[in-house]
């Protein structure tokens, strides 16, 4: 046991009870704060999905352009698959009645229909029925296709009754024989005009071979121009133009 003195010093519960309150104070710890929690991160907005009726309007304006960089480009119904023709029809079974597709199909109508007439004009007359075939497989009974038929006939009764009619170029039989510059020159002339005026020719030769060297020297004279033409045989050499402008 321990003593406590009284004498001349503090008094012995005064000690008892401070040493009482400084136990205390050192069991007491300040209050805990909560960590603090981050801040929820929202997530991203979902983008909206186009609605069916704006997917199919993206499709039909999407086929209308592939039409009319197929048509620009010269494939109306070639290839399968990637021509303006059956870029039109995609768009029809997308939306029936496009204004713009069916003036399109129109269009392709009107284009075969005037190589038709072109071709008409040089007497080609294969390709004037290839032509018009096309026409009528987009529009069937259509008045233009009808219309070139007609003059197709017309064109084709009046070859039959004279098969060399138009414009003749006598070919001198000597310069001819000797193959000189004379005859070389005419040839030249001749071939200018053929492309310029988009003619045939039909070349009257006193043989095949040298029918075959008068076309060759035509071909020549215009280089990477195709040169439509038939080879005859006949006393007087020359040639005949026929079809394009007079």
Known sequence: MVAFTTGGGKSPWRILV??????????VRAPHKPTPQPAPVPEPAQPRQPSPEEVRQRAVAYFLSRAEGA???????????????DHYLRVLQLDPGNV??????QTLVIEYVQRARDALRRRAFGEVTAFLSQAEALAPGNVLVAEVRTQLAGERSRASANPLAGDEIPLPAGSLANRDEAVLALLKNAAGRIRREGRRVIIVARNDAEGRWIYQQL???????????DIRLGQSPRLILTGGEP
């Open 71 to 85: 048509r620009q480009k010269g494939f109306l119904t070639q290839p399968a698959g990637a021509s303006a023709y």
């Open 18 to 27: 401070l040493v009482g309150a400084l136990a205390l104070g050192s069991c």
């Open 100 to 105: 713009r597709a069916e003036s399109g199909i």
């Open 219 to 229: 071909r020549e004279a215009v280089p990477g121009y195709r040169v439509r033409g």
